[in-house]
């Protein structure tokens, strides 16, 4: 049998297979972070089989992420920087605020405390990394400055509400102001013709908005700030909610018009800001005691449930499609 035969080895020795790691893009993290987000709005309307299974699966695909990004940082560090630089490597942060959300929620808040450690750990080097690099005229996943802050709010801000440290809720409201501050920053820099081009990720603009509704509901929720804090704080958070469905409404007229149906792991960005929105709805009806937000939440989770469950179908043929393809490496 000839050298061609044989598979290439790397520096390590390593067959391909073994560097599967080098292969998942950061951009896979929006996987876990829609089906992290639909797992929790399935939880928040008593749907709990469904929810318990997407967590799983979040769950699972979060492993598999943090398996690689460790590995990256181990073993070809000049990757891991190059990945670090770009808007994507944030959706680690956000997939694991997301995760450690859904873990609080089912009442395991050790687990989604140290998910909340690790998510805090990263924020900064990946905020300061993706910043130094940023330019003008950027697609969607520019709003991942603002997701990634938020997320840290949301998190916190729930596990507060669990009763796992007063001084969580300081916290989740200074990530919440960051992140605002982050959003308009991404706004000023993103290229609005991504409404009608964009390959999925475009709708971050709606779901950034949505986070930050959602962070908003929280410390809404908070019971030990009343009064004029906890006033402008309600107004707030619907001014966000108003604004996402405004975006949500918007950035669907441009699907409608210029259809965009090839799969694309950007389709995961679209997803997210679907289940986002939902979520935040449900969960500002009930932090501001307006039932009938609740009412529009249901039908906006299923509309969210169904693009999770196509975009995970069109995941799973396009790995099979693949797998046939690929060429087979000689033994």
Not at 53 to 60: D, P, T
Not at 123 to 143: E, N, Q, Y
Not at 301 to 316: E, K, P, Q, Y
Request: proline share 5%; charged share 10%.
């Amino acid at each position: 049998m000839g050298s061609m035969d044989l598979p290439t080895l790397n520096r390590a020795g390593d067959r391909p297979a073994a560097r599967w790691w080098t292969k998942v893009p950061p951009a896979a993290g929006s996987a876990v972070m829609a089906t992290g987000i639909v797992s929790v709005g399935l939880n928040l309307v008593g749907r709990e089989t469904s929810s318990q299974v997407l967590l799983a699966l979040a769950a699972a695909g979060w492993l598999l992420l943090a398996l690689a990004f460790a590995l990256t940082l181990l073993r070809d560090r000049d990757r891991w920087a190059a990945n670090a630089a770009t808007p994507p490597a944030l959706t680690a942060v956000a997939a694991t605020a997301v995760v450690g959300t859904r873990f609080s929620l089912a009442g395991w808040q050790s687990t989604a405390a140290v998910l909340l450690a690790i998510a805090a750990a990263a924020w900064p080097p990946l905020l300061i990394s993706v910043l130094r690099h940023w330019k003008h005229h950027l697609p969607g996943v520019a709003f991942l400055v603002c997701v990634a802050t938020e997320g840290l709010a949301v998190l916190a801000g729930t596990l507060a509400l669990a009763g796992s440290g007063d001084w969580l809720a300081p916290a989740a409201l200074a990530a919440f102001a960051l992140g605002l501050v982050l959003y308009v920053a991404a706004l000023l820099r993103f290229d609005v013709r991504q409404v009608l081009t964009g390959a999925g990720d475009q709708w971050i603009s709606a779901g950034a908005l949505a986070i930050c509704a959602l962070a908003g509901s929280k410390l809404t929720a908070w019971p030990e700030w009343t009064g004029a804090g906890h006033t402008v704080l309600r107004d707030a958070t619907l001014v966000l909610l108003t604004l996402d469905l405004a975006g949500y409404l918007v950035l669907l007229a441009a699907e409608i018009r210029r259809p965009r149906l090839r799969y694309n792991i950007r389709r995961w960005a679209t997803v997210f800001p679907l289940g986002m929105s939902a979520v935040a709805t449900l969960s500002t009806g009930s932090a501001a005691h307006l039932p009938w937000l609740n009412g529009l939440g249901h039908p906006l989770l299923w509309i969210a449930a169904g693009a999770w469950l196509i975009t995970a179908l069109a995941l799973v043929r396009d790995l099979a499609r693949a797998r046939r393809t690929a060429p087979s490496g000689g033994a």
